[in-house]
């Protein structure tokens, strides 16, 4: 199965969008799930992710990793969790995510994405 991405509410949704023009499966967490997402726990959104195979992509590395690791305790799955740092990436550099992520997709699937966390390079 393709990768698949959830983007986090940080996000453009045109990124979103983009990728799927690139034939690419991303959706926002604003559109995913009718946006009954937003104000639940990170850790509902990685079970509900995994439960769809999607793997969370996110800015977030303050309170994910914190998440993974109880996770990890708990002997319990995730979907991944690719993070994005605003030093690789920019927050508004909409294009440069779409380039990153279409390239990961062409290079990886869910499979390979499954209990993984790592960097999206440029």
């Known amino acids: ?3 698949r991405f959830l ?3 940080h996000i453009s949704p045109a990124v979103a969008d983009l990728l ?3 034939g690419v499966d991303g959706v926002a967490l604003r559109d995913w799930h009718n946006g009954g ?6 850790e509902r ?3 509900t992710a995994r439960s769809e195979d999607r793997t969370l992509v996110t800015f977030d590395v303050h309170s994910i990793p914190l998440v993974l690791r109880n ?8 979907g991944g969790v690719i993070f994005i740092s605003p030093k690789t990436i920019g927050q508004g550099d909409i294009g ?3 380039r990153a992520l279409a390239r990961l997709a062409g290079t990886e699937d869910h499979a390979s994405l499954r209990n993984r ?3 999206l390079q440029v």
């Open 45 to 47: 959104i990685l079970l």
């Open 71 to 78: 996770l990890a305790e708990s002997e319990i799955d995730h």
């Open 20 to 22: 799927r023009k690139d």
């Open 1 to 3: 199965m393709p990768a």
């Open 117 to 119: 966390v790592l960097f």
């Open 37 to 42: 997402f937003l104000s639940e726990s990170d």
């Open 7 to 9: 983007l986090d509410e």
């Open 96 to 98: 440069g995510m779409v």
